[in-house]
């Protein structure tokens, strides 16, 4: 996991007493990033980045058939209007 400043944010375990003892995070305790992730919500992330790209994926494959019909429509059309021209003859 990386932080805002494209940083790798190293996994860390609370050590301190208390209800998240032994939680583990992603984060700089003691710098000035303060980027700060819990290990369960990393999971969630990547889990959302992955179905995101999986949407842009097929956005893009949506994309190059669309792009596909068109230029076929086009070549349809001209073939219709070469063989609109020879039957006038």
Do not use: Q
């Not at 940083?7 to 609370?14: D, F, G, K, M, S």
């Not at 990033?33 to 995101?52: A, G, T």
Request: proline share 3%; charged share 40%; glycine share 4%.
């Amino acid at each position: 996991m990386k932080c805002f400043h494209d940083e790798i944010a190293p996994l860390r375990t609370v050590k301190f007493h208390g209800p998240t003892r032994g939680k583990r995070f992603n984060g700089f305790p003691y710098r000035t990033c303060r980027y700060f992730k819990w290990e369960d919500e990393v999971d969630e992330v990547k889990e959302l980045r992955f179905m995101l790209f999986e949407k842009d994926t097929i956005i893009s494959k949506l994309k190059y058939e669309k792009e596909c019909l068109e230029e076929s429509a086009k070549k349809m059309k001209e073939k219709t209007r070469s063989l609109k021209m020879m039957s006038m003859c």
